[in-house]
T-cell receptor, first 113, second 115 residues
Framework: KQEVTQIPAALSVPEGENLVLNCSFTDSAIYNLQWFRQDPGKGLTSLLLIQSSQREQTSGRLNASLDKSSGRSTLYIAASQPGDSATYLCAVRLVDSNYQLIWGAGTKLIIKP | DADVTQTPRNRITKTGKRIMLECSQTKGHDRMYWYRQDPGLGLQLIYYSFDVKDINKGEISDGYSVSRQAQAKFSLSLESAIPNQTALYFC??????????????FGPGTRLTVL
């Protein structure tokens, strides 16, 4: 059974720092992996989607990497800003499903001004 | 305007009451989903629908029912609410015509408290 883990559960860093959020999964048979941002009262916003054949995806100050063989993905945030404060969730789509996502519990990120 | 809307946004109810949460979308997507999120846990799939005549149970469907009234509307009902159904509920949509990508788009969530 696929399990997705995000460590740490919470992280607080000063503004301007570069930081890495981690996501690990137990079964490498995934179709893709997505990183989402969750803001209170605003639902979930998709940040980056990496297909299983890709190694990384970039959007602005965000870079997500995927290493299927080790069951890991990282989300790198450059030059963090207070507006980056949110909960970040990763979810994997199973290779034998065209809809099912398995979710991590998230990392709550606080950027201190 | 938001593409995926949920009503109500917050609801407090008592044990045993029947509750309906509603989801509407203007994205023209054929697939719709209901998830719940509990503190410290990932999202769990309750029900999903691939078109108006298609309803499927997810991981945690016990105690819930759904209705797909139209392609744009998908409602979640708690027939007799109990306290452990207190959670944040999300509706999501996806487009089967997007091919294998099938990216899901989420509403703002409904915070439900059962006393």
């Amino acid at each position: 059974k696929q399990e997705v883990t995000q460590i740490p559960a919470a992280l607080s860093v000063p503004e301007g720092e570069n930081l890495v959020l981690n996501c690990s999964f137990t079964d490498s048979a995934i179709y893709n992996l997505q990183w989402f941002r969750q803001d209170p009262g605003k639902g979930l916003t998709s940040l980056l989607l990496i297909q299983s054949s890709q190694r990384e995806q970039t959007s602005g100050r965000l870079n997500a990497s995927l290493d299927k063989s080790s069951g890991r993905s990282t989300l790198y945030i450059a030059a963090s800003q207070p507006g980056d404060s949110a909960t970040y969730l990763c979810a994997v789509r199973l290779v034998d499903s065209n809809y099912q996502l398995i979710w991590g519990a998230g990392t709550k990120l606080i950027i201190k001004p | 305007d938001a593409d995926v809307t949920q009503t109500p946004r917050n609801r407090i109810t008592k044990t045993g009451k029947r509750i309906m949460l509603e989801c509407s979308q203007t994205k023209g997507h054929d697939r719709m989903y209901w998830y719940r999120q509990d503190p410290g846990l990932g999202l769990q799939l309750i029900y999903y629908s691939f078109d108006v005549k298609d309803i499927n149970k997810g991981e945690i469907s016990d105690g819930y029912s759904v209705s797909r009234q139209a392609q744009a509307k998908f409602s979640l009902s708690l027939e007799s609410a109990i306290p452990n159904q207190t959670a944040l509920y999300f509706c999501a949509t996806s487009d089967s015509k997007s091919g294998s990508l099938n990216e899901q788009f989420f509403g703002p969530g409904t915070r439900l408290t059962v006393l």
